[in-house]
């Protein structure tokens, strides 16, 4: 009995520290590709959940960032695909014009190239939005992208360089057309 209960603390102990040290992260993670934050949300409680179910396989992997990247990701790839998407993000976009009629010119303009350029990254293809969140915001290796996305390091080398030449051209444009 005591045995179970040591284990049941062990698993709470490591867990509440994966939690602390990649909540934040996967949950930025997660709202890239659904761009709701109470979803990302419940995307991370859902892969956190996995882990605490799968405790004595799941602690023993050997790097459990890229695991934990890769879990959320395929996990925020099937909400993508659910009909709940639809629904929602049009309430969000309605939402979100609100919010920003409420806040001040100034507060806007200070803003509004970190904003236009989260946007442009959002608007990225998948394959290219992913490498440059994971390498640039997460700060994930050539390496651990490649084993978060299960792809080769110099595709994950290639995406990044077409991902940044498209970023680079609708910056550009942005600038032309009236920044």
């Given at each position: 009995?005591?045995?179970?209960?040591?284990?049941?603390?062990a698993?709470s102990?490591?867990?509440?520290?994966?939690?602390?040290?990649?909540?934040?992260?996967?949950?930025?993670?997660?709202?890239?590709?659904?761009?709701?934050?109470?979803?990302?949300?419940?995307?991370?409680?859902?892969v956190?959940?996995?882990?605490?179910?799968?405790?004595?396989?799941?602690?023993?992997?050997?790097?459990?960032?890229?695991?934990?990247?890769?879990?959320?990701?395929?996990?925020?790839?099937?909400?993508?695909?659910?009909?709940?998407?639809?629904?929602?993000?049009?309430?969000?976009?309605?939402?979100?014009e609100?919010?920003?009629?409420?806040?001040?010119?100034?507060?806007?303009?200070?803003?509004?190239?970190?904003?236009?350029?989260?946007?442009?990254?959002?608007?990225?293809?998948?394959?290219?939005?992913?490498?440059?969140?994971?390498?640039?915001?997460?700060?994930?290796?050539?390496?651990?992208?490649?084993?978060?996305?299960?792809?080769?390091?110099?595709?994950?080398?290639?995406?990044?360089?077409?991902?940044?030449?498209?970023?680079?051209?609708?910056?550009?444009?942005?600038?032309?057309?009236?920044?």
């Amino acid at each position: 009995m005591d045995h179970l209960v040591s284990n049941d603390i062990a698993r709470s102990e490591w867990l509440t520290h994966l939690m602390n040290e990649y909540g934040g992260r996967l949950t930025k993670l997660a709202y890239t590709y659904v761009k709701d934050i109470g979803k990302a949300q419940e995307i991370v409680q859902d892969v956190f959940i996995k882990c605490y179910e799968q405790y004595e396989k799941v602690r023993h992997i050997e790097k459990i960032k890229p695991w934990l990247y890769r879990v959320t990701i395929n996990r925020a790839k099937d909400v993508v695909r659910s009909n709940w998407v639809k629904r929602v993000l049009l309430h969000n976009a309605l939402a979100d014009e609100q919010i920003t009629s409420n806040l001040t010119e100034e507060t806007i303009l200070q803003n509004d190239e970190q904003t236009t350029l989260f946007h442009m990254i959002l608007a990225l293809p998948v394959k290219y939005r992913e490498v440059i969140l994971l390498f640039y915001y997460e700060d994930c290796s050539i390496d651990d992208t490649a084993k978060t996305l299960k792809v080769n390091p110099n595709t994950i080398k290639t995406r990044l360089k077409r991902g940044r030449s498209l970023l680079e051209k609708h910056w550009k444009e942005f600038d032309e057309h009236g920044r």
